[in-house]
């Protein structure tokens, strides 16, 4: 099945340390995104990658930090930076920047 | 920088009943606007993806709309059903961005 697989699906992480969430899609996107989602807030962009080797920051992009050494995986790296890391984070992924988007399933991250 | 609002932020109907939600922004120069379902601790599912050129999307019970100049758009559920209960998302892509920008969301519940 085609899709977007986001691992793992619960995360805890404590304090000072550095944890990878991994988003792998099989459907041949070029463009992948990273969301982090509160409660009672919109999902905010953290970083974005259109191809291969290239990515942007969002608007929330200190603290975290990415890789795109592959098409099919954009992998996201929690570091110590981040203050408040308690989330949920989306992975998405589009055939271009302005195409329909897709979602993987999620990852939820505790501090503990 | 583009502002999405969606009104109401949460709905209760009952089974059976048709009804709208509403999705307003602030910049008219959007490339494409996106309708999303989710369920509770789950990722988000593409329901409709209207292009600025267009007019409105149909999908089964499910018809969305977009007026680009006046900056909103609506999601039309025909017939709603206990099994439409989650939140709904609206979100649109500007012609100068790379990403979505999302709204909060409609928390809808529909009863039997």
């Known amino acids: 099945d085609g899709g977007i697989t986001q691992s793992p699906k619960y995360l805890f992480r404590k304090e000072g340390q550095n944890v990878t969430l991994s988003c792998e899609q099989n459907?041949?996107?070029?463009?992948m995104y990273w969301y982090r989602q509160d409660p009672g807030q919109g999902l905010r962009l953290i970083y974005y990658?259109?191809?291969?080797?290239?990515?942007q920051k969002g608007d929330i992009a200190e603290g975290y930090s990415v890789s795109r050494e592959k098409k099919e995986s954009f992998p996201l790296t929690v570091t110590s930076a981040q203050k408040n890391p308690t989330a949920f984070y989306l992975c998405?992924?589009?055939?271009?920047?302005?195409?329909?988007?897709?979602f993987g399933q999620g990852t939820r991250l505790t501090v503990v | 920088k583009q502002e999405v609002t969606q009104i109401p932020a949460a709905l209760s109907v009952p089974e059976g009943e048709n009804l709208v939600l509403n999705c307003s922004f602030t910049?008219?120069?959007?490339?494409?606007l996106q309708w999303f379902r989710q369920d509770p601790g789950k990722g988000l599912t593409s329901l409709l993806l209207?292009?600025?050129?267009?007019r409105e999307q149909t999908s089964g019970r499910l018809n969305a709309s977009l007026d680009k100049s006046s900056g909103r758009s609506t999601l039309y559920i025909a017939a709603s059903q206990p099994g439409d209960s989650a939140t709904y998302l609206c979100?649109?892509?500007?012609?100068?961005?790379?990403?979505?920008?999302f709204g909060k969301g409609t928390s809808l519940l529909v009863t039997p």
């Open positions: 979100a649109v892509r500007p012609n100068s961005g790379y990403a979505l920008n």
């Open positions: 998405a992924s589009s055939w271009t920047s302005d195409t329909e988007a897709f």
């Open positions: 459907l041949n996107h070029d463009a």
């Open positions: 910049d008219s120069a959007i490339y494409n």
């Open positions: 990658s259109q191809i291969v080797n290239d990515f």
């Open positions: 209207i292009q600025s050129s267009q």
